[in-house]
T-cell receptor, first 107, second 114 residues
Framework: GIQVEQSPPDLILQEGANSTLRCNFSDSVNNLQWFHQNPWGQLINLFYIPSGTKQNGRLSATTVATERYSLLYISSSQTTDSGVYFCGRAGSYQLTFGKGTKLSVIP | NAGVTQTPKFQVLKTGQSMTLQCAQDMNHNSMYWYRQDPGMGLRLIYYSASEGTTDKGEVPNGYNVSRLNKREFSLRLESAAPSQTSVYFC?????????????FGPGTRLTVT
């Protein structure tokens, strides 16, 4: 089946630092979503990005479909950014998820 | 506009008991999905409904059944719960099937089977 690999698996940042999270895919990418799962378990939609770059405040995402990867940039991190970040590759009907990157932002 | 809602939020079952997880969306979406999330894992698809009146198996359907009650509601039933079904269950919806539209998730149901 299709493999989605996320790196790094864990990341600890000082508040104010920047970070880059990565998703690699074993197959072509038609559409991709990035999510933040907060400490209460809720999945929050960050980006829906088949290709190119999108920005939303301190967060931005880039998908390079031809090279089968996507990047999520977090700038000036805050403690509220803590949680697990997932990418999901869209297939015909389902999202195939990676195992996530657990981000801890410390004051 | 509540988005995707799920009931219950928490449930504890004994092995062999049955239960139904409820999901509803108010976004007039055509497609709905049930996923499960196990510790340290991403979400895996159990069943989906591409449109009202249709349901299909996903990656991990064994031990589950679903019903697309109407356009708004999609339920997941465990007929005889097993400890391996201890998980967090998420319902999602999208305007059209996943490859063409963004999926939106409910808050989840945390299920423990003892």
């Amino acid at each position: 089946g299709i493999q989605v690999e996320q790196s790094p698996p864990d990341l600890i940042l000082q508040e104010g630092a920047n970070s880059t999270l990565r998703c690699n895919f074993s197959d072509s990418v038609n559409n991709l979503q990035w999510f933040h799962q907060n400490p209460w378990g809720q999945l929050i939609n960050l980006f829906y990005i088949p290709s190119g770059t999108k920005q939303n405040g301190r967060l931005s995402a880039t998908t390079v479909a031809t090279e089968r990867y996507s990047l999520l940039y977090i700038s000036s991190s805050q403690t509220t950014d803590s949680g697990v970040y997932f990418c999901g590759r869209a297939g015909s009907y389902q999202l195939t998820f990676g195992k996530g990157t657990k981000l801890s932002v410390i004051p | 506009n509540a988005g995707v809602t799920q009931t219950p939020k928490f449930q504890v079952l004994k092995t062999g008991q049955s239960m139904t997880l409820q999901c509803a969306q108010d976004m007039n979406h055509n497609s709905m999905y049930w996923y499960r999330q196990d510790p340290g894992m991403g979400l895996r698809l159990i069943y989906y409904s591409a449109s009202e009146g249709t349901t299909d198996k996903g990656e991990v359907p064994n031990g589950y059944n679903v019903s697309r009650l109407n356009k708004r509601e999609f339920s997941l039933r465990l007929e005889s719960a097993a400890p391996s079904q201890t998980s967090v269950y998420f319902c999602a919806s999208s305007e059209v099937p996943s490859g063409e539209a963004e999926q939106y998730f409910g808050p989840g149901t945390r299920l423990t089977v003892t």
